[in-house]
RNA sequence: GCAGAGGUGGCGGAGUGGUCAAACGCAUCAGACUGUAAAUCUGACUCCUUCGGGAUACACAGGUUCAAAUCCUGUCCUCUGCA
């Protein structure tokens, strides 16, 4: 597995695998965006199908017929998204979150041990600590509280991570953790330096990354990576838009996931050489150009944008794979593009 | 030919005297989406507007009424039964 160290001294662009499947995708295609390394959820999997279930399938990646890297994601996030926001019914203490998951209304438990256990049976190759996160838009008290309890569940995952599993000596594997702080840059770079005190493979930044005019945080992000060391894993959660991951890299940030690159695809904003292209718009009906003249995916050399667009507006399934495959392709060119430089 | 039912915005389809420029769905046209409750969500969708409103509109033509998509008369058209 020494695979994984790669993911210290190298750009990654990650997509998101939430349910251990990246959407519209086959593993064959997914392999051949150029994609190395998948995001998948610990909360997600934990109510489907269950990480007993996975462990018995021998793994996520068995599961998948995945042989890259599987990274997940501790479910902090949608902690704060489903049950802080009160979409979900549960409640957060000291010790983790309790919830009620209300398509079948069974009621799980995500603590920071259990979340290691989790992301174990699930086959990860790169854990991340469960975190406190919330808003960013905090009073300086509460970002404070949701630091000191993030702090202290790094602690324990990365103290059950040793004693129940021997740690990354005896498994091979990664464990990352989630600096939060909100919008304090001070706050920030504390937060980091005590994660970096107590010592782990990686430094993710976690919280959100925008702000609300849709600016990348760019001073906390600095503050982090302003006191993590830097030959280890730094990912930048949910960064991002192509320009972002650009700005983001260029301040040190190493590994990236989004949403946007396959939620858009689906959605018909596509993402090409020349800009962005909207495939949904009337503009594009008799079209016979590729989506992007200087792509060699699957989409782009076998169809025209007026075909896309035909699928798309009629709802033939295969339009989204394409765009997915397509939107991929492009980050994963765009972080190609940068790994030369890796500090 | 006789007897019923009916004709509403691009389409389907509510509404049966005022609160109707007309519910709802679809289609259309835009926009959004950043550790995915997302094949989702938002807005626009007669014309004009100084965004306060204004002007035309519910097959067509008349009429009743302070007021009509809604009531009456005629015309045209459609569907279903019976011949």
Same mark, same amino acid.
């Given at each position: 597995m020494n695979?994984?160290?790669? $993911?210290?001294?190298?750009?990654?662009?990650?997509?998101?695998?939430?349910?251990?499947a990246v959407r519209y995708l086959t593993t064959k295609q997914l392999k051949e965006t150029g994609t190395e390394a998948i995001v998948t959820n610990t909360l997600h999997l934990l109510i489907h199908p269950g990480p007993d279930i996975i462990q018995k $399938? /021998? /793994? !996520?990646?068995?599961?998948m017929g995945w042989d890259g890297i599987v990274l997940t994601d501790s479910g902090g996030f949608q902690v704060f998204s489903l049950i802080h926001s009160k979409k979900w019914q549960g409640s957060? &203490?000291? &010790?983790?979150?309790?919830?009620? +998951? #209300?398509?079948?209304g069974n009621t799980y438990e995500l603590t920071p041990e259990s979340s290691i256990d989790i992301q174990m049976k699930i086959g990860s190759d790169v854990l991340v600590t469960l975190d406190d996160c919330r808003k960013s838009d905090l009073e300086k008290e509460e970002a404070q509280e949701s630091v000191e309890r993030t702090i202290k569940w790094a602690k324990r995952c990365k103290?059950?991570?040793?004693?129940? =599993?021997? /740690?990354?000596?005896?498994?091979?594997?990664? $464990?990352? @953790?989630?600096?939060?702080?909100?919008? =304090?840059?001070?706050?920030?770079?504390? @937060?980091?330096?005590? $994660?970096? +005190? !107590?010592?782990?493979?990686?430094?993710?930044?976690? /919280?959100?990354v925008v702000d609300n005019d849709q600016k990348l945080v760019i001073d906390e992000m600095s503050a982090v990576i302003g006191n993590i060391p830097k030959d280890t894993i730094r990912y930048a959660m949910g960064v991002g838009k192509p320009e972002d991951i650009l700005e983001a890299a260029r301040i040190g940030y190493n590994l990236f996931d989004t949403v946007l690159v396959t939620r858009n695809a689906r959605h018909g904003t596509l993402y090409t050489s020349q800009g962005i292209v909207k495939i949904n718009n009337s503009s594009m009906a008799l079209?016979?150009? #590729?989506?992007?003249?200087? @792509?060699? %995916?699957? @989409? %782009? +050399?076998? =169809? +025209?944008?007026a075909y896309l667009h035909h699928m798309m507006k009629n709802g033939e399934a295969v339009a989204q794979t394409l765009a997915t495959i397509h939107n991929l392709t492009y980050y994963q060119k765009l972080i190609k593009g940068l790994t030369?430089? %890796? #500090?």
């Amino acid at each position: 597995m020494n695979d994984l160290n790669r $993911l210290k001294n190298e750009y990654f662009f990650m997509p998101d695998a939430t349910r251990g499947a990246v959407r519209y995708l086959t593993t064959k295609q997914l392999k051949e965006t150029g994609t190395e390394a998948i995001v998948t959820n610990t909360l997600h999997l934990l109510i489907h199908p269950g990480p007993d279930i996975i462990q018995k $399938l /021998g /793994g !996520i990646k068995k599961m998948m017929g995945w042989d890259g890297i599987v990274l997940t994601d501790s479910g902090g996030f949608q902690v704060f998204s489903l049950i802080h926001s009160k979409k979900w019914q549960g409640s957060i &203490d000291e &010790d983790g979150a309790k919830f009620k +998951s #209300p398509r079948e209304g069974n009621t799980y438990e995500l603590t920071p041990e259990s979340s290691i256990d989790i992301q174990m049976k699930i086959g990860s190759d790169v854990l991340v600590t469960l975190d406190d996160c919330r808003k960013s838009d905090l009073e300086k008290e509460e970002a404070q509280e949701s630091v000191e309890r993030t702090i202290k569940w790094a602690k324990r995952c990365k103290d059950h991570f040793e004693k129940e =599993y021997g /740690g990354t000596k005896k498994t091979g594997k990664l $464990l990352t @953790c989630v600096v939060q702080g909100a919008n =304090y840059p001070d706050l920030r770079a504390r @937060c980091a330096k005590e $994660l970096v +005190s !107590i010592g782990f493979d990686g430094y993710n930044f976690g /919280g959100f990354v925008v702000d609300n005019d849709q600016k990348l945080v760019i001073d906390e992000m600095s503050a982090v990576i302003g006191n993590i060391p830097k030959d280890t894993i730094r990912y930048a959660m949910g960064v991002g838009k192509p320009e972002d991951i650009l700005e983001a890299a260029r301040i040190g940030y190493n590994l990236f996931d989004t949403v946007l690159v396959t939620r858009n695809a689906r959605h018909g904003t596509l993402y090409t050489s020349q800009g962005i292209v909207k495939i949904n718009n009337s503009s594009m009906a008799l079209d016979e150009k #590729p989506v992007d003249q200087n @792509c060699d %995916c699957e @989409c %782009c +050399s076998n =169809y +025209s944008r007026a075909y896309l667009h035909h699928m798309m507006k009629n709802g033939e399934a295969v339009a989204q794979t394409l765009a997915t495959i397509h939107n991929l392709t492009y980050y994963q060119k765009l972080i190609k593009g940068l790994t030369p430089v %890796c #500090p």
